[in-house]
């Protein structure tokens, strides 16, 4: 049978290399000059450490350009409370990858409200939907992109 995966993923490596050249653009920036401003990346977490709250607003401006330049869908990013005390602010961004149940529950909703002759079942953090033919499981495709999902959706495993 015809089936295909729904996930959400993004290269780390380009995550971090859009780090790296946000911090050189931090360095080079005349606003920025002498002050104490640096992105910090561990994992799937972004730190943007300023001295005050505009100035991380700035950062997290250039931050998702250089994210888009790279590829980098930015609703992937996942902005926590701003934190400040007398000599900092710091802005944490959780870079989310994989479909949570919450999401999974919801694309399937949308798949079965389409009433194609499909199945869909979540595996881990992705999603597999299976369907007699092609044809059907293009038009789930569809179904899911014109849902309005904000969450970047990538589509891969396409087997016949």
């Not at 049978?1 to 920036?29: C, G, W, Y």
């Not at 606003?31 to 994992?43: A, H, I, L, P, S």
């Not at 330049?69 to 609703?75: A, C, E, L, P």
């Not at 919450?102 to 979540?122: E, H």
């Amino acid at each position: 049978m015809p089936s295909f995966d729904i996930v959400s993923a993004f290269e780390k490596q380009e995550l971090k290399n859009a780090v790296d050249q946000a911090n050189r653009e931090l360095a080079t920036r005349f606003d920025f000059k002498g002050k104490k401003v640096k992105v910090e990346y561990n994992d799937s977490e972004i730190v943007l450490i300023a001295e005050a709250e505009f100035q991380t607003r700035q950062m997290l401006e250039i931050l998702q350009s250089k994210l888009v330049k790279r590829g980098i869908d930015v609703n992937c990013l996942e902005l926590k409370a701003l934190t400040s005390n007398l000599s900092e602010t710091r802005q944490h961004i959780l870079a989310r990858e994989g479909i949570d149940k919450d999401l999974g529950r919801d694309l399937i909703k949308i798949i079965k409200k389409s009433k194609l002759k499909v199945q869909a079942q979540m595996q881990d953090d992705q999603l597999r939907v299976t369907g007699k033919s092609r044809n059907v499981l293009q038009d789930a495709i569809s179904a899911v992109k014109e849902s309005g999902q904000t969450y970047p959706l990538q589509f891969k495993n396409f087997r016949d």
